[in-house]
């Protein structure tokens, strides 16, 4: 009796232990379709981001004069010579070149595939800037020089210039296009401009009245480089309020501009955003040929005498940059981004007293062959830029607050042009876009705005635009950058800001500056 009993509750044992086992075979087996569902579900997502231009012109970027659409064709269309985030030259559909007196040698990267699998081409080189020296575009500046081009063979060009170029290769950015897409096409009304052929990272695959897709570009040359980012979606909108009304309630993932206000518009919170400096370049010109101004402790006096700080933030309300000289905006070649430039009253007056100016009856003042000479000096400024005028204003309120006296000199902008031309100032209050060239011909060169003449500087611009040794690049601008702090031939005042805003939700690396803002968008995710 007590064997049978004990068989039944082993029975018992053995069909719980079944039941548990069953029970956890099948939970296992739902756990893994689970992670399985979910594995796929990720590996399905595609990874995307969304961007806009307002008011589309063409996507040709050729053709386009819109900020936007130059920014973004940049991931579409690739040139000879691409920039770097620091502002340097390197290979793109070039792998190299060399100069020959007023020529450029450019070898051409041999296994490029147009996004509709043709094949790359010196003919597509010489194609692109024959369109760029018969249409109107933004880089017709870039070849304005060319004279001609000579295909030696398949990948290779000789494009010769009319004279010398310094830094040309910085001009070879310009976005080539395909010769066999827009053979025997009218250019510039074809209908083949609303999604042309490209060499770059991502193609166009739809096109429609809201938005332009971009997909991976299985043709792309750099197989080194993996595409993580699949997809990006181009909203196109009316105006760029819409735009901006659109990035603040989330529907873009980023967005770049140089507008003052942009702020007004998208708010401040949801978003990260960097404010870099602009292409745009406020400085002093001092005219050497000033019996005052040739004295350079008069130039220094009045450098040192300015407070950047207090212009930009009185007067543009923190939405300029100082600057302390033409390259500090990021470019290899000037890392010493010192926007105060030595702002110290004390100083402008020690170095005055030292070279025997006296300050009485609240003039400095100097007696020089007998004669007593004062520090007065004519500002010259655009009438029509009222912003410019209220800059000249404080200037003088400062100068003046240090016993230089300035009298304001408003023309309008031919008088302007014309005195500038003419060098027909003391001072000159004058803006420039800068080029992504690292030359420095304005400031230094033959005919300077200054009339600045130095043997050393001559020295060290020839030799810089004579070699591709960084090393030497960077010694030659350092020293360039010393006499330009020294010798004062113009005061570097402000950049206006380049701001690019992207949502706290997208991650990546994100090193933009006013050449493009996609440097590593392959990795962005979000």
């Not at 009245?209 to 570009?217: C, D, P, R, V």
């Not at 543009?316 to 702002?343: A, E, H, I, V």
Request: charged letters at 25%; proline letters at 2%; one cysteine or more.
């Amino acid at each position: 009796m007590k064997s049978n009993w004990i068989k039944y509750v082993f029975i018992v044992f053995i069909i719980i232990v079944l039941v548990f086992a069953v029970i956890k075979i099948r939970n296992d087996e739902k756990e893994e379709e689970l992670e399985s569902q979910t594995t796929n579900s990720e590996d399905e997502k595609v990874r995307e981001i969304k961007v806009g231009i307002a008011s589309l012109d063409t996507i040709n970027p050729i053709l386009s004069t819109n900020k936007n659409v130059q920014d973004i064709t940049k991931l579409i269309y690739e040139p000879l010579v691409n920039i770097t985030s620091d502002y340097k030259a390197e290979p793109c559909l070039a792998t190299e070149w060399a100069k020959e007196e007023n020529s450029y040698l450019i070898k051409l990267r041999e296994n490029v595939k147009w996004s509709d699998g043709l094949r790359f081409t010196a003919e597509d080189v010489r194609f692109t800037i024959d369109r760029l020296k018969e249409v109107n575009s933004i880089y017709s500046y870039n070849v304005q020089h060319v004279v001609g081009v000579d295909i030696v063979d398949d990948y290779t060009v000789r494009i010769n210039l009319d004279g010398e170029v310094p830094f040309f290769e910085y001009n070879l950015i310009f976005p080539i296009l395909s010769k066999d897409y827009f053979e025997g096409e009218d250019f510039v009304n074809t209908g083949k401009n609303s999604s042309p052929v490209g060499t770059g990272k991502y193609k166009i695959t739809a096109v429609d009245g809201s938005a332009i897709t971009l997909e991976k570009n299985d043709n792309w040359w750099n197989q080194d480089t993996e595409l993580s980012l699949e997809k990006i979606t181009v909203n196109i909108y009316s105006s760029i309020g819409e735009l901006y009304n659109s990035f603040k309630i989330g529907n873009l993932d980023l967005v770049a501009t140089t507008n003052d206000s942009v702020e007004d518009y998208i708010g401040t919170l949801g978003y990260n955003a960097k404010s870099l400096k602009g292409r745009e370049h406020t400085f002093l010109a001092f005219n050497m040929q000033n019996s005052v101004l040739a004295n350079q402790e008069v130039r220094r006096a009045i450098s040192y005498s300015i407070d950047k700080e207090n212009i930009v933030s009185s007067i543009f309300s923190n939405k300029r940059l100082t600057s302390s000289f033409p390259l500090d905006y990021g470019s290899f070649l000037y890392q010493n981004q010192d926007g105060s430039s030595g702002y110290n009253l004390e100083q402008a007056q020690k170095v005055l007293t030292d070279a025997g100016w006296t300050y009485r009856s609240s003039y400095w003042q100097k007696s020089i062959n007998g004669r007593t000479q004062r520090i007065s000096l004519n500002l010259l400024v655009k009438s029509s830029d009222a912003s410019e005028v209220t800059v000249a204003q404080n200037i003088k309120t400062q100068l003046e607050n240090q016993g230089i006296r300035i009298n304001i000199v408003q023309t309008n902008d031919e008088q302007y042009t014309n005195m500038i031309n003419s060098r027909n100032y003391d001072i000159a209050l004058c803006s420039i876009n800068l080029a992504l060239s690292p030359d420095l011909t304005t400031f230094f060169g033959e005919g300077n705005l200054a009339n600045y003449t130095n043997e050393e500087v001559t020295n060290l611009m020839n030799e810089a635009k004579n070699t591709t040794d960084e090393n030497i690049l960077k010694n030659d601008y350092s020293r360039l950058a010393e006499i330009y702090k020294t010798d004062v031939p113009y005061v570097s005042l402000y950049n206006n800001r380049y701001i690019v805003a992207y949502h706290s939700e997208l991650v990546g690396d994100f090193t933009p500056n006013w050449y493009t803002s996609f440097y590593g968008v392959e990795n962005w995710y979000k």
